[in-house]
């Protein structure tokens, strides 16, 4: 995993390469089983950002993993490998590159959610209700899918979307997901976008 520190436009960090091999094979059968549609759940169950008039502001799927898995972190190699991110090497790095890295290290509580991106699924600008957010993306190879990128509108700042790629940055900026542009065909067979939400609560 190499962890970057990034200022402008916007403080935030970039850590490729998130999970190694072993913890990528363990969190894909993990993805494999989980996405079906007995398993995933639509934007009605998992929605957390709406507008003013009530409507979501998000088209995808998705699971609250600490809620499916009982509160036992053990359980889930996805829960169990995303804990690296609160590894003292990477925290000391973090938190010497600026001071809003501390909001991870102090995090009172962590949650976890799952989002899975299909065919014209996105995600509009929103903020998350935490202090920090970390977004890790995976996608099968070869990418199947167009769209899916990670922005900022409010800094016209654009992250195209990287497999096994986290970031990190503060909750309160707006980001929102571009359309996923998947065949109909694929639908449900884990060829579109993943993303493993971390949000930390201080």
């Known amino acids: 995993m190499q962890v970057n520190y990034i200022a402008d436009p916007f403080p935030h960090a970039i850590l490729e390469n998130f999970y190694d091999v072993p913890e990528l094979s363990a969190v894909w059968r993990e993805l494999?089983?989980?996405?079906?549609?007995?398993?995933?759940?639509?934007?009605?169950?998992?929605?957390?950002a709406f507008y003013t008039d009530g409507t979501l502001a998000k088209k995808n799927f998705?699971?609250?993993?600490?809620?499916?898995?009982?509160?036992?972190?053990?359980?889930?190699?996805?829960?169990?490998?995303?804990?690296?991110?609160?590894?003292?090497?990477?925290?000391?790095?973090?938190?010497?590159?600026h001071?809003?890295?501390k909001y991870v290290a102090g995090s009172t509580r962590d949650t976890m959610l799952l989002?899975?991106?299909?065919?014209?699924?996105?995600?509009?600008?929103?903020?998350?209700?935490c202090s920090m957010t970390s977004l890790v993306?995976?996608?099968?190879?070869?990418k199947k899918f167009d769209g899916g990128d990670l922005v900022f509108p409010e800094f016209d700042y654009k992250l195209p979307v990287k497999n096994n790629r986290c970031i990190l940055f503060p909750s309160k900026i707006e980001h929102a997901v571009t359309p996923v542009i998947l065949p109909e065909e694929?639908?449900?067979?884990?060829?579109?976008?993943?993303c493993i939400s971390h949000f930390f609560h201080c």
């Open 62 to 97: 998705g699971l609250y993993l600490d809620q499916i898995y009982s509160g036992d972190r053990n359980i889930s190699d996805i829960l169990k490998f995303s804990k690296k991110i609160f590894k003292p090497e990477v925290l000391t790095f973090l938190q010497e590159s």
């Open 115 to 129: 989002s899975y991106y299909e065919d014209k699924n996105n995600y509009d600008a929103h903020i998350d209700m």
């Open 137 to 142: 993306h995976l996608f099968k190879q070869p």
């Open 99 to 101: 001071w809003m890295f």
């Open 186 to 194: 694929e639908k449900m067979t884990g060829n579109g976008r993943y």
């Open 32 to 48: 494999d089983f989980l996405t079906h549609p007995d398993k995933m759940q639509d934007e009605k169950t998992t929605g957390s």
